[in-house]
C-alpha cells in the first residue's frame, strides 16, 4: 500500500488544549498536505508543506516534516469543539499528480 | 471559486443497473481524480486523469469506467456493481504540475443493493 501511517488513530482532549497528531510515509515526496474531513463530507484542505520546508504556520495549525524520517505532525493549538474532524495526511508522488493519504486521526475536542 | 461540484449526492443502485457520476470544477485545472472511501478508511487513488487523459489506473476494476470529456467534467460510469462497491466517491481537481494543493468535491454516497 502507498498510504502513510498515522497516529494516533484516535485522540480526545478538552477545548483550549492543544493536538497533535502524526504522519509517517513510506517513499520519496513532493509535498505533504493536510485535511480535515468532518463526518461523512468531503475533505477540506489545510496546510501544504513542500519537501525542501520543515515548518509551516496557518493560523492555529503548525506542520512540520522531516524528510530523513519520513514524517510530518499536524499541531492544532487552542482547540475548539469545532475541530472534532477525521485529519488526514496526503503525500504526493515525485512523478506528480499521485495523492496517496494517510490512515487519519479521529479528533475529538470535549467543551 | 474553489468548488468542485458532484452530482448526485446519493445514489443507490442495483447489481445489474447502469448509473454515472459526475463531477465537475471551473478552477482551470487540468488534472482530476476519482477516490473511493470506506467508512472510517482513508480516500483509496482510483483514477488520475491529466490534459483530459487517463494518467493513473489503480488496478480498479473494470466496472468502473472513467470519463473526461473535457478540462472541467469527469465522470464515473458504473455497471454490474458489487454491494462491497457501496461507499463515499469523491472527485478532486488539481493543477496538472506537481506541488499543488487538491480541491476536493463533497462526494457522492453510493449504495450497491
Known amino acids: 500500500s502507498q498510504q502513510g501511517e498515522e497516529d494516533p488513530q484516535a485522540l480526545s482532549i478538552q477545548e483550549g488544549e492543544n493536538a497533535t497528531m502524526n504522519c509517517s510515509y513510506k517513499?520519496?515526496?513532493?509535498?505533504l498536505q493536510w485535511y480535515r474531513q468532518n463526518s461523512g463530507r468531503g475533505l477540506v484542505h489545510l496546510i501544504l508543506?513542500?519537501?525542501?520546508?520543515r515548518e509551516k504556520h496557518s493560523g492555529r495549525l503548525r506542520v512540520t516534516l522531516d524528510t530523513s524520517k519520513k514524517s510530518s505532525s499536524l499541531l492544532i493549538t487552542a482547540s475548539r469543539a469545532a475541530d472534532t474532524a477525521s485529519y488526514f495526511c496526503?503525500?504526493?508522488?515525485?512523478?506528480?499528480?499521485?495523492?496517496?493519504f494517510g490512515t487519519g486521526t479521529s479528533l475529538t475536542v470535549i467543551p | 471559486d474553489t468548488e468542485v461540484t458532484q452530482t448526485p449526492k446519493h445514489l443507490v443502485m442495483g447489481m445489474t443497473n447502469k448509473k454515472s457520476l459526475k463531477c465537475e470544477q471551473h478552477?482551470?485545472?487540468?488534472?482530476m481524480y476519482w477516490y473511493k472511501q470506506k467508512a472510517k478508511k482513508p480516500p483509496e487513488l482510483m483514477f488520475v486523469?491529466?490534459?483530459?487523459?487517463?494518467?493513473i489506473n489503480e488496478s480498479v476494476p473494470s466496472r468502473f469506467s472513467p470519463e473526461c470529456p473535457n478540462s472541467s467534467l469527469l465522470n464515473l460510469h458504473l455497471h454490474a456493481l458489487q454491494p462491497e462497491d457501496s461507499a463515499l466517491y469523491l472527485c478532486a481537481s488539481s493543477q496538472a504540475y506537481t506541488g499543488n494543493t487538491i480541491y476536493f468535491g463533497e462526494g457522492s454516497w453510493l449504495t450497491v443493493v
Open positions: 486523469y491529466s490534459y483530459e487523459k487517463l494518467s
Open positions: 517513499t520519496s515526496i513532493n509535498n
Open positions: 478552477m482551470g485545472h487540468r488534472a
Open positions: 496526503a503525500t504526493e508522488m515525485n512523478t506528480g499528480n499521485q495523492f496517496y
Open positions: 508543506i513542500r519537501s525542501n520546508e
